[in-house]
């Protein structure tokens, strides 16, 4: 599976456009890019995914960049409830049809007043 | 459409004991994937189940072992219990195993003690 490399810790004022980055690298042609978080003791929450182009949904924006080696999960308008570890995970396809989802470490997103 | 449902929220047991934690996925997904949360190694993959046959596993000794139900309903179990097993076990369903099917609904977890 292709690594993800995420900042540990990142910073955001509250009302501010929060700009998550995560460097893949070695992604392969059909690795999908997804983001989940984890506000504290609750399970995981899916936001967003995309292949090659941008996603945007109710919650968040996607952005990919042409060659596919890093992407950026923003925002828009962070509040305090966005407060949680946000993951970057590289899901690839093998052979025989299994998409494997693995979690790395991520970045935990203080979102300040 | 109700959520992943996982029961026993809390439970505590003494080392050497067996525990058994169970899942109920959303309505109509097949699959149901088990990980272990701890604050020193993070998110660790179980093993997942798909149609009663388990998909892949993760690297955990065999004390940990799972089980899927023809109604997709899954049961994990932990034998002969230690200190380190003290965790956050979550469960999470998705509807197919194939690409773009990596959005994972997670349950609210069991969070196991062991003393």
């Known amino acids: 599976d292709a690594k993800t490399t995420q900042p540990t810790s990142m910073d955001c004022a509250e009302g501010r456009a929060a700009n998550l980055p995560c460097n893949h690298s070695?992604?392969?042609?059909?690795?999908?890019v997804y983001w989940y978080r984890q506000i504290h003791s609750q399970g995981p929450q899916y936001i967003i995914h995309?292949?090659?182009n941008n996603e945007t949904n109710e919650m968040a924006s996607l952005i990919i960049t042409e060659d596919r080696k890093s992407s950026t999960l923003i925002l828009p308008h962070a509040t305090l409830r966005d407060t949680a570890v946000y993951y970057c995970?590289?899901?690839?396809?093998?052979?025989?049809?299994?998409?494997?989802?693995?979690f790395g470490t991520g970045t935990k997103l203080q979102v300040i007043p | 459409k109700a959520g992943v449902t996982q029961t026993p929220r809390y439970l505590i047991k003494t080392r050497g004991q067996q525990v058994t934690l169970s899942c109920s996925p959303i309505?109509?997904?097949?699959?149901v994937s088990w990980y272990q949360q701890t604050p020193g190694q993070g998110l660790q993959f179980l093993f997942e189940?798909?149609?009663?046959?388990q998909r892949n596993k993760g690297n955990f000794p065999g004390r940990f072992s799972g089980r899927q139900f023809s109604n997709s309903r899954s049961e994990m179990n932990v034998s002969t219990l230690e200190l380190g097993d003290s965790a956050l076990y979550l469960c999470?369903?998705?509807w197919g195993l194939g690409a773009n099917t990596g959005e994972l609904f997670f349950g609210e977890g069991s969070r196991l003690t062991v003393l």
């Open positions: 995970i590289v899901s690839i396809t093998d052979s025989g049809g299994y998409q494997k989802v693995t």
């Open positions: 189940y798909f149609s009663e046959t």
């Open positions: 995309g292949l090659k």
């Open positions: 070695t992604i392969s042609g059909n690795e999908y």
């Open positions: 309505s109509g997904h097949r699959s």
């Open positions: 999470a369903s998705r």
